[in-house]
């Protein structure tokens, strides 16, 4: 009953959001371009719904010699490769922001499990013991407000499948406040390899 309803809501909020964001979006595009060379928005292959994969994308907040399809958290030294200005798009979430335009085209929600990359198969796999693979991926999620990247990948898809199980227009709204919340105080941000 609510899945139907969450798309609407998806795309009236994304839409109201890129357009109240657009002069934000100008001025994150010209910093970007004129720190570093390469394009201003990032697209790489995620998975969907269904296990269908599609773009998604991001501000660049990294150099264009970063190594390609490694999530952050896996390079030994991510700060070689991060701009000074995608240091702060990323402890700020600002580089996220271009993913509303998947929430509008309808490969993303607001509210979900957050995209596993096309090569992680150990979170893909996590995943579909509990049902996470089978609903839109979010912008923010329930692992997102408990963790991020602290959690270790069971518990994150522990987490997605209490998501897919408890779904509702109350625990998305209770998720989005949570997730300001949290990006306001940067927790769970990790950049380079978990010790």
């Given at each position: 009953?609510?899945?139907?309803?969450?798309?609407?809501?998806?795309?009236i909020i994304s839409l109201i959001g890129l357009l109240v964001?657009?002069?934000?979006?100008?001025?994150?595009?010209?910093?970007?371009?004129?720190?570093?060379?390469?394009?201003?928005?990032?697209?790489?292959?995620?998975?969907?719904?269904?296990?269908?994969?599609?773009?998604?994308?991001?501000?660049?907040?990294?150099?264009?010699?970063?190594?390609?399809?490694?999530?952050?958290?896996?390079?030994?030294?991510?700060?070689?490769?991060?701009?000074?200005?995608?240091?702060?798009?990323?402890?700020?979430?600002?580089?996220?922001?271009?993913?509303?335009?998947?929430?509008?085209?309808?490969?993303?929600?607001?509210?979900?499990?957050?995209?596993?990359?096309?090569?992680?198969?150990?979170?893909?796999?996590?995943?579909?013991?509990?049902?996470?693979?089978?609903i839109l991926p979010g912008l923010t999620g329930w692992a997102?407000?408990?963790?991020?990247?602290?959690?270790?990948?069971?518990?994150?898809?522990?987490?997605d499948g209490q998501y897919v199980k408890e779904m509702s227009?109350?625990?998305?709204?209770?998720?989005?406040?949570?997730?300001?919340?949290?990006?306001?105080?940067?927790?769970?941000?990790?950049?380079?390899?978990?010790?």
């Amino acid at each position: 009953m609510y899945k139907p309803i969450k798309r609407c809501i998806d795309f009236i909020i994304s839409l109201i959001g890129l357009l109240v964001l657009s002069p934000i979006f100008l001025l994150i595009a010209v910093i970007i371009k004129l720190e570093s060379k390469g394009k201003v928005l990032f697209k790489q292959k995620r998975l969907g719904k269904d296990k269908c994969f599609f773009d998604i994308y991001k501000f660049r907040t990294m150099l264009s010699s970063t190594p390609k399809d490694m999530p952050t958290h896996l390079l030994l030294t991510p700060e070689k490769f991060i701009t000074k200005s995608g240091a702060f798009l990323r402890k700020s979430s600002l580089d996220e922001l271009p993913q509303l335009i998947n929430i509008l085209v309808g490969d993303m929600s607001i509210v979900g499990p957050r995209p596993a990359l096309w090569n992680q198969d150990d979170l893909i796999a996590e995943r579909e013991k509990v049902g996470a693979n089978d609903i839109l991926p979010g912008l923010t999620g329930w692992a997102q407000i408990n963790g991020r990247d602290e959690l270790h990948i069971e518990l994150k898809a522990k987490l997605d499948g209490q998501y897919v199980k408890e779904m509702s227009l109350w625990l998305d709204i209770k998720i989005f406040f949570l997730t300001i919340f949290k990006v306001f105080r940067s927790e769970g941000i990790q950049e380079g390899k978990r010790q």
